[in-house]
């Protein structure tokens, strides 16, 4: 009988170290917190929970996203936010983000923008109508108030991809004149237009798409990005520019590039801190 080398074991050995490696970092979910001031929203909404969902693109954690649900129960959110590329264009399935929908609109209520994915795939009508029967709130270019106090107002952008608007910066801007009194939180797909964000005078802004650079490298971050190409300035954390936060969610899911390194799929958990 031939006994195996020590160069065939070790070899061995590290292809399934890597192949633990790229499922952990695939699989594996990360929650990140970030507190946001929000005087304006008043001293009842202090603690306020907001977790974002961005970019889940087919992304299975577990039988119908069942460790990705159980994360966003134990955070005990006050809303969910869902900030587009919940399908992916490459798939025509759309049941893992209806089932997905369905089930987080009974932790709490959940708002969802559209992203560029769901505007390739096609379809993007009846998904809204299915989107909605699944108990979410979808925003196509309009706001809605969170309760009937009118502190918190959320503004949802249709994707460019779409073509709905020409001058979009001056729709933000007006949408957000119409009660600046308001805490005024923005959904929008892309993070590049942060300048637009804080033009409009928009308190806080989240947004995806950028999938955290897709290969992020320690102190320098993101190695490449849709629409802000290699070394992108925009891919996670928290940005401010004059009074406008813009929270950048680095996604769940994956597309044309099917695996992330050093940088885990990440649910955002942002509260608010009025006082």
Same mark, same amino acid.
């Given at each position: 009988?031939?006994?195996?080398? /020590? !160069?065939? %074991?070790?070899?061995?050995?590290?292809?399934?170290?890597?192949?633990?490696?790229?499922? @952990?970092?695939? &699989?594996?979910?990360?929650?990140?917190?970030?507190? #946001?001031?929000?005087? +304006?929203?008043?001293?009842?909404?202090?603690? $306020?929970?907001?977790?974002?969902?961005?970019?889940?693109?087919?992304?299975?954690?577990?039988?119908?996203?069942?460790?990705?649900?159980?994360?966003? &129960?134990?955070? /005990?959110?006050?809303?969910?936010? %869902?900030?587009?590329?919940?399908?992916?264009?490459?798939? *025509?399935?759309?049941?893992?983000?209806?089932?997905?929908?369905?089930?987080? !609109?009974?932790?709490?209520?959940? @708002?969802?923008?559209?992203?560029?994915?769901?505007?390739?795939?096609?379809? @993007?009508?009846?998904?809204?109508?299915?989107? +909605? /029967?699944?108990?979410?709130?979808?925003?196509?270019?309009?706001?809605?108030?969170?309760?009937?106090?009118?502190? %918190?107002?959320? *503004?949802?952008?249709?994707?460019?991809?779409?073509?709905? %608007?020409?001058?979009?910066?001056?729709?933000?801007?007006?949408?957000?004149?119409?009660? *600046?009194?308001?805490?005024?939180?923005?959904?929008?797909?892309?993070?590049?237009? =942060?300048?637009?964000?804080?033009?409009?005078? !928009?308190? =806080? #802004?989240? !947004?995806?798409?950028?999938?955290?650079?897709? =290969?992020?490298?320690?102190?320098?971050?993101?190695?490449?990005?849709?629409?802000?190409?290699?070394?992108?300035?925009? *891919?996670?954390?928290?940005? +401010?520019?004059?009074?406008?936060?813009?929270?950048?969610?680095?996604?769940?899911?994956?597309?044309?590039?099917?695996?992330?390194? $050093?940088?885990?799929?990440? #649910?955002?958990?942002? /509260?608010?801190?009025?006082?």
């Amino acid at each position: 009988m031939k006994l195996i080398n /020590k !160069s065939t %074991i070790k070899s061995a050995l590290l292809a399934f170290i890597t192949y633990i490696f790229l499922v @952990y970092e695939n &699989k594996s979910i990360t929650v990140s917190n970030y507190i #946001v001031k929000a005087a +304006k929203a008043g001293r009842k909404y202090n603690g $306020f929970k907001i977790v974002q969902i961005s970019d889940l693109q087919n992304a299975s954690f577990g039988k119908r996203n069942k460790r990705l649900i159980k994360i966003i &129960k134990n955070i /005990k959110p006050d809303i969910i936010v %869902i900030t587009g590329d919940i399908v992916d264009c490459h798939k *025509t399935d759309v049941y893992c983000a209806l089932n997905f929908a369905h089930d987080i !609109s009974g932790i709490c209520p959940s @708002y969802y923008v559209c992203g560029n994915h769901e505007g390739v795939l096609g379809g @993007y009508e009846k998904l809204c109508r299915d989107l +909605k /029967k699944a108990g979410l709130t979808v925003l196509n270019n309009e706001s809605v108030y969170f309760s009937s106090d009118k502190k %918190i107002r959320i *503004t949802g952008l249709t994707d460019p991809y779409f073509g709905y %608007i020409a001058d979009m910066g001056g729709f933000l801007k007006n949408q957000i004149a119409k009660d *600046t009194n308001a805490f005024n939180i923005v959904l929008s797909h892309r993070p590049q237009f =942060i300048e637009m964000y804080s033009n409009s005078q !928009s308190d =806080i #802004v989240f !947004s995806g798409h950028a999938h955290g650079g897709q =290969i992020r490298l320690p102190f320098i971050g993101g190695l490449l990005a849709p629409d802000q190409g290699i070394f992108p300035k925009y *891919t996670s954390g928290v940005h +401010k520019i004059g009074k406008t936060q813009l929270v950048i969610s680095r996604g769940l899911g994956n597309s044309v590039f099917p695996q992330r390194i $050093f940088n885990r799929p990440e #649910v955002v958990c942002v /509260k608010l801190k009025t006082d």
